[in-house]
């Protein structure tokens, strides 16, 4: 991790910790990918290394991220997708030219065309947010029951129920509250 830059909240699911670069949408947005090289950093720990990034690079990348949010938010209220979300998303998965790579362990790879290819980068995401918007994977899309949150999540739990976009993050921060209510609570309620 660089110095002076928000962490990343990473999840197992590609496009949504994708969307998760820029949290707290609805309270103090903070945004994790601030500069190119941040860009650079999140694709290295997602499987995607690039060697750099261009300002205009990161811009796409963003309204990727952005189009990706509005239709999964979409998909999660079940109402129609933005149409213009869609076809960000679209470009951004026609624009590259990324591989599958099965590796002598079994394992998926993705190869890019080339290292500075941001765009083969971008595309693999896209296409990924397009397989848990159309249902093709085991789990829903859903909101972060936190206000100031709101992020679309892919819940795969067995009883499709959970709340939180992240546990470590805006459960706990959700559990804290409640705890502390209830500590005034009583604290109140000892009073004559
Ligand atoms: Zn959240």
Redesign the pocket.
Known sequence: MRAGFPDFRLGNVLATSFTGTL??RHGNAVERIPVPHRLVDWLAVNGLAVDSCTTAQLDLARELRESIHAAATATALQVALPASAVQVINGCSAQGRAAAILTPDGERQWRLSSASCVEDALSVIAADAISIIAGERDGRLAL???PT???A?FDSSQSRTRK???MN???NRQKKARFNANRRESLGSTKP
């Open positions: 949290s707290e972060c029951a936190s949150c709101r992020a999540f939180w976009c992240d993050t805006c459960g």
